[in-house]
């Protein structure tokens, strides 16, 4: 991963499927905007037309071929509206990076080290939150949802926690700052105290 040299700060956000990822960011970006900072939520898989393609891929195939697409759809992600918006001076949240490649794909049989050497040309986050929950409130929440993905299928989140728990490690190793969550409760003023922490603990990332 190379460095962010740009003036804005990129966040990433990531952890299992169900474990409350979007009312964190959503709480995340009004407390910056509050502050009087430029923020920018954007996600992954995108929803360009490579990446809708890869949300449907990733239904029926895994393995290799799925990590190439995902990345591929991240260097796009990058090239035409990350950097853009890094370039001027916002701090851009995405709501999956390279953390879920490495929660994901693992998932799917692929090597840390070849999701790494393939993600080796992507911006290193400024930041990384690792969101952690107990495997039986992310299963609860799950099955409020309607639908589920493959992945979101079949209790897997114990799965997802272990990859979750290598790849903090992984990214740590890389010089990549990590900064771990634990959402066990829904309640709004617990998330708020959430982004409280990340704000007050890494305030200089922002400066």
Known sequence: MVDNIYVGKL?????????????LIEKLKERLELKEYQVYVTKEPTDTELGKFVRSYAEEH???????????DRYEHLINEIIPQLKEGKIVIADRYILSSLILQRMDKVRSTFILNLNSEILKPDLQI????????IQKRLAERETLTRFEKDNQSSYELKYLEDGVRLLKER????????NNDSLIENVEKMVVEIIGLYGEIYD
């Open 62 to 72: 895994g393995g290799i071929s799925l990590a190439c697409m995902v990345a591929a």
């Open 11 to 23: 966040i990433s956000l990531d952890g299992p499927n169900g474990v409350g990822k979007s009312t």
């Open 130 to 137: 690792a969101v952690f929950a107990k495997e039986e409130i």
């Open 175 to 182: 010089g990549v700052e990590v900064l771990r969550i634990v």
